[in-house]
């Protein structure tokens, strides 16, 4: 059993940054596979990035997010991160967590466990 808490969501300015954070409870967080989604209102929920269990060596990103955000994880702190430049106003929505068992479903949304979404928003 996995609980992820997103943190870290809000407001800001085209342009800008943004670091939103997931923390998972239990001890085998390390041996997930961690994703981030996205959903804004009236649309389907998107996959984002995604970091591979372990080391984290392997890393998937949305087209459209490539070189705007990095996705890492530090699993002493049992911790995923996905760090936001550039921000687009595209990019509003509320960013979902997720930890998963299948590496080659990264980018579904077939993940085991989900946190409930931080909202961030990009104005114009």
């Known amino acids: 059993q996995v609980q992820l808490v997103e943190s870290g969501g809000g407001l800001v300015q085209a342009g800008g940054s943004l670091r939103l954070s997931c923390a998972a409870s239990g001890r085998t967080f390390s041996r997930y596979n961690m994703g981030w989604f996205r959903q804004a209102p009236g649309k389907e929920r998107e996959f984002v990035a995604a970091i591979s269990w372990g080391d984290g060596s392997s890393t998937e990103y949305k087209d459209s997010v490539k070189g705007r955000f990095t996705i890492s994880r530090d699993n002493a702190k049992n911790t995923v991160y996905l760090q936001m430049n550039s921000l687009k106003s595209e990019d509003t929505a509320v960013y979902y967590c997720?930890?998963?068992?299948?590496?080659?479903?990264?980018?579904?949304?077939?993940?085991?466990?989900w946190g409930q979404g931080t909202q961030v928003t990009v104005s114009s």
């Open positions: 997720a930890a998963g068992e299948s590496w080659l479903a990264v980018r579904s949304p077939e993940y085991n466990y």
